[in-house]
């Protein structure tokens, strides 16, 4: 089979998003799938070189989310360049640009859309102050999603989120976890040194983007409401964002920022901490909570949205109201006074991440493709 894939975020910008599409085309590769990346124009690290399968379109800075390219793609080279590649299906992951130009790409053609849905955004545009903007905006989302034949879901919890407005056309490509690469044989002493914590202090981490959307400044408050009962833990960051500058002017006690990591840092960075606090309200699905859990942490998140899927209070994770930073601290504070607890929150955590293995994920990915194009396959070989 030959898929095009349209999306705005793809390697190497690092994203939820990028990293989920990223690991689909690696994925359907591994499956025989001939796959053709159409996507904005990033600068890859230390000169690699981009991929022989992603066509770049030419882009700017978001100006509400810089690290994210908007493309303007030429429609007809796009269109010129697919034509080379005789897709059998195009699949859009973005709504905009990008998408927008895979989907007129594909009626050209005369191919067969798939979409797939990653973000919320109706409670994105509450963080960013552009409320106005959401009737008019959900009225182009429910006519794009209209132009596909399917449309992917993150989770259960989103799906029905979509179908209560009116998409009904739905499907589940959920997501999994590597649990040789988040593993907690990656726990590493010589990583929690660098940020003052002796064998018996606690770590708390946070992974993801340091941005308004992720709900950091509740965990921030959480972190200053626990005060002196935080003894020697230490709080640390991990990503980038428009929040950066701004945590680290700060200089909160016990609070460290580390940048973006990937890899060997990363895998490290999960597995030498203690507890894993995610606030974010706006997931669809939350992958890092899940790569939290195969790490070994106990695990703190909102209870809201698609990490709903997969964390049950008290079992693998401890649920905390959206947006309540007293609520946060609280169950931030179990943790610390309870060994125990921790323990098993984080048993729980492992036996859920052990169990959502990626194999089975990607090849219902492509028996939806072989849906919509009303062919069978097993998803191992190409079609």
Known sequence: MRIALFSEVYWPMV?????TLRNLTEALHARGHQVRVYTATYQAPDGTPVP??????????LFLYPDVQWAFPRQREVVEDLRRFGPDVVHVATEFSMGLAGYKAARTLGVPLVASAHTDYEKYVSRYG?????????TYLKWFYGKAERVLCPSRVYEQHLRSRGVKHTG???????????????RSQEWRDLFGAGPDDLVVTYVGRMAP?????SLLEA????????GNAQLVLVGQGPMTKEIAERKIPGVHLTGLLSGQDLRAAYASADIFAFPSTTETFGNVAIEAMASGLATVVAGVGGM???????KNSLLVRPQDSGHLAEQLGRLFDDPALRRRIAEGG?????????????DGVVREYDNVLGTESSGLVAA
């Open 130 to 138: 552009v409320e106005w903007a959401w009737k008019m905006g959900w």
């Open 308 to 314: 709903l899927d997969f964390c049950e209070d008290g």
């Open 15 to 19: 994203s939820g998003v990028g990293v």
């Open 172 to 186: 589940l490509w959920t997501r999994g976890i590597d649990c040789e690469s988040f593993n907690p044989k990656h």
């Open 350 to 362: 492992l036996e859920t991440a052990q169990g959502r293995r990626w194999d089975a994920i990607w």
């Open 52 to 61: 022989a399968e992603v066509h770049q379109s030419p882009s700017v800075p």
């Open 223 to 230: 972190w200053s409401i626990l005060g002196p009962r935080r």
């Open 213 to 217: 959307e992720k709900d950091l400044e």
